[in-house]
């Protein structure tokens, strides 16, 4: 089945740092690739996503790129700020009907000290 | 804006009681599921739908059932509520094919 292993956490970074959160992924097919964040007191949004290989995902400053070779999907950001403190979590889906239902990996806490 | 709703942030209930936890979405997305999201866990599929009164079960079923009537509205259902059900449920929706939104959860704790 699907899965998907992203890296251990808590990580904590000092403001305009660079960030790297591996995730790499098991899956049949070709799935699609997210990321999404959880903000403090707030629920899951997406942040970006890639539906395939070689496409790149990109909001707030963040990227992923989907490697299908590597299967990974590793989100980094060049300069952090503090309010990227959040809970990441890298996820897939299946890219068709019936089959779209999310598997995520643990979670990856994150905080940012000025 | 999508908006996912949740009929209760927090619920405190007894062992052994039917505990209904309600979602309601208000643009008309064909798919919805529910999730539980626990510490070093991530969040874990437990039933998802992709048309009214049509159900998949997730990854971890067991001990929950659904209901599905309407298009806008997809209820969890914890037949006789046990300690190992305390966590956050997290509902979403989506249309075919496209991005989960989540509602903002609800945080069950069984005593």
């Known amino acids: 089945g699907n899965s998907v292993t992203q890296m251990e956490g808590p990580v904590t970074l000092s403001e305009e740092a660079f960030l790297t959160i591996n995730c790499t992924y098991t899956?049949?097919?070709?799935?699609?690739l997210f990321w999404y964040v959880q903000y403090p007191g707030e629920s899951l949004q997406l942040l970006l996503k890639?539906?395939?290989?070689?496409d790149k995902g990109s909001n707030k400053g963040f990227e992923a790129t989907y490697r299908k070779e590597t299967t990974s999907f590793h989100l980094e950001k060049g300069s952090v700020q503090v309010s990227d403190s959040a809970v990441y979590f890298c996820?897939?889906?299946?890219?068709?009907?019936?089959?779209?239902?999310?598997?995520f990996g643990t979670g990856t806490r994150l905080t940012i000290i000025p | 804006d999508v908006k996912v709703t949740q009929s209760s942030r927090y619920l405190v209930k007894r062992t052994g009681e039917k505990v209904f936890l309600e979602c309601v979405q208000d643009?008309?997305?064909?798919?919805m599921f529910w999730y539980r999201q626990d510490p070093g866990l991530g969040l874990r599929l437990i039933y998802f739908?992709?048309?009214?009164?049509?159900?998949e079960k997730g990854d971890i079923p067991e001990g929950y059932s659904v209901s599905r009537e309407k298009k806008e509205r997809f209820s969890l259902i914890l037949e006789s509520a046990s300690t190992n059900q305390t966590s956050m449920y997290l509902c979403?929706?989506?249309?075919?094919?496209?991005?989960?939104?989540f509602g903002p959860g609800t945080r069950l704790t069984v005593t």
């Open positions: 739908s992709y048309d009214v009164k049509m159900k």
């Open positions: 979403a929706s989506s249309l075919i094919l496209y991005e989960q939104y």
């Open positions: 899956a049949t097919g070709y799935p699609s």
């Open positions: 890639a539906t395939k290989a070689d």
């Open positions: 996820a897939l889906s299946g890219a068709n009907f019936g089959n779209e239902k999310l598997t």
């Open positions: 643009m008309d997305h064909e798919n």
